[in-house]
């Protein structure tokens, strides 16, 4: 029989067709079988979220005293030796800035809660290698920062029991959505 070649092409595109509908069925008869079931643990591993009120920060402790080591080393080339900025954005100053014309948002000046740091840096910093720093280490950073910004002491050390109560300056400037409440 002569076939032209587009009559040949349609036909055996027709059948590579059929072939994948009849595999596809076969497919979807089990059960989808995707991924792996992860154990308890695996994701507690993965579960980073801490809320403002410290539920889940993991145990651990640290000072501004022992961060400035880690900050200079990890974090000062993108961010500034005091936190001023340099490549990246600025971590210090700025209070008071926010309702002027020429407001400054820092995490000093802006952010609502010292738990929020501690949770954006453990996620995402430093930017080139996140997750490497380890609960204590993250505690002392966290108080690093907080003491650039004038908000805890050199040697005041930071916990999961004591974090959550550290009062951020611009805390009680945000507008909370109805039914919501800062604590
Ligand atoms: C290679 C450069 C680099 C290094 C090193 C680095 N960061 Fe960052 N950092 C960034 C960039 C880029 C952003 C902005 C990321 C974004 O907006 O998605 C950022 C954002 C931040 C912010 C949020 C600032 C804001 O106001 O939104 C914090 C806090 C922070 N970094 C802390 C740290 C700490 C602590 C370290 C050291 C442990 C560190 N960073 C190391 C590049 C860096």
């Known amino acids: 029989m ?16 059929s072939a994948a509908t009849t595999t596809a069925l076969a497919w979807s008869a089990e059960q989808p079988n995707l991924g792996v079931e992860l154990s308890p643990a695996e994701i507690a591993e993965m579960n980073l979220t801490v809320l403002p009120d410290g539920t889940g920060l993991p145990p651990g402790s640290g000072s501004a005293a022992q961060g400035q080591t880690i ?16 490549l990246n954005d600025r971590l ?14 820092t995490i000093g000046s802006y952010w609502p809660y010292a738990t929020t740091v501690f949770d954006y840096v453990r996620r995402a910093m430093p930017y080139a290698s996140p997750g490497s720093l380890s609960p204590d280490q993250l505690y002392a950073v966290t108080a690093y920062l907080l003491f650039l910004n004038g908000i805890v002491d050199r040697d005041q050390t930071l916990n999961e029991t004591n974090l959550n109560h550290i009062q951020m300056p611009n805390r009680n400037n945000f507008v909370w959505a109805a039914g919501v409440s800062a604590d």
């Open 71 to 86: 900050y200079a080393v990890q974090c000062a080339a993108c961010h500034g030796v005091e936190g001023q900025g340099n």
């Open 92 to 105: 210090s100053g700025g209070h008071g800035s926010l309702s002027s014309g020429a407001p400054v948002k």
């Open 2 to 17: 002569f076939m032209s070649n587009g009559a040949y092409r349609a036909m055996s595109f027709a059948v590579a067709l």
